[in-house]
């Protein structure tokens, strides 16, 4: 019995998407149910690479075999998903769920700058943005599109922010290595503020009062008037997946 088969039968009987570590798990604990199998025991040493390579297989397999349904990997798990062009009958099939509202163009590009430098501090962010982002971080912290990941070795010790795996679920991408190129985003250098308690540069941040706009530069985001988009602020695409799982 192929590898691959046996990865299939788990992803169609799995209630959620399956990473590597778990499907390896759930072929090492089998052998508590076929102690005689002598395949199922041989499946015990099997690496994540091997898994790795046996599911790209499966993929291609499929996207050949040109079926309704496809294996993607997203956030770093696998799973099985309809193909796009019948989702009309399969909302009509299961109904149409309320989804959430979209976000709004400041969120996205906010979420884009934490997306390509993270992790980072509010303050940073800020700077990048040249406007206040308390409003839109809530959103997205809200959204669980991002999420305090640490503390900078600075001053006050403020809270970092990055990306969460629902973020890349979101977006329909595998890891953060498949976010589009933004060269010009990397290389936005954000100012250091002289005078920093810091050893290392590269984690110096400026205290917020030295971050605050004058108010005749600073514009107001919300309904009346969103903030002008910087020039070095790459925006994701609102892209909201639309695939369901089969039956």
């Known amino acids: 019995m192929e590898l691959k088969l046996i990865l299939e039968a788990l992803l169609f009987s799995a209630q959620k998407p399956l990473n590597l570590k778990e499907l ?3 072929l090492t604990a089998a052998v508590e149910h076929a102690e005689d199998d002598d395949r199922v025991r041989e499946l015990r040493k099997v690496k994540e690479s091997e898994l790795a390579l046996a599911l790209e297989q499966l993929r291609q397999d499929h996207e ?3 079926r309704s349904y496809r294996l993607v990997c997203v956030a770093e798990a696998w799973q099985f998903v309809t193909q796009p062009e019948y989702a009309p009958w ?12 979209r976000l709004s163009q400041p969120a996205l590009e906010t979420l884009a700058i934490v997306a390509y430098r993270q992790p ?3 303050a940073e962010i800020e700077q990048v943005r040249g406007v206040n982002v308390d409003g839109v971080m ?9 999420a305090q990941v640490g503390r900078a070795e600075v001053v006050g010790r403020p809270m970092t922010y990055g990306t969460t795996p629902l973020f890349l679920e979101y977006f329909g991408l595998r890891s953060l290595e498949d976010l589009p ?21 590269d ?4 205290p917020p009062e030295q971050l605050t706009l004058p108010e005749a530069a600073a514009e107001p985001e919300g309904p009346a008037g969103e ?21």
């Open 181 to 201: 190129a933004a060269d010009e985003l990397r290389r936005v250098v954000i100012p250091k503020p002289e005078g920093l308690a810091t050893a290392d540069p």
């Open 203 to 206: 984690l110096a941040t400026a």
């Open 90 to 101: 399969l909302k009509a099939l299961v109904g149409r769920k309320a989804r959430p509202p």
């Open 120 to 122: 980072l501090t509010r």
């Open 227 to 247: 903030a002008p988009v910087p020039e070095t602020a790459t925006a994701l695409p609102a892209a909201e997946p639309d695939n369901h799982r089969p039956e």
């Open 24 to 26: 390896r798990e759930t």
């Open 138 to 146: 809530q959103t997205l912290l809200e959204r669980g599109l991002v």
């Open 64 to 66: 050949l075999a040109q």
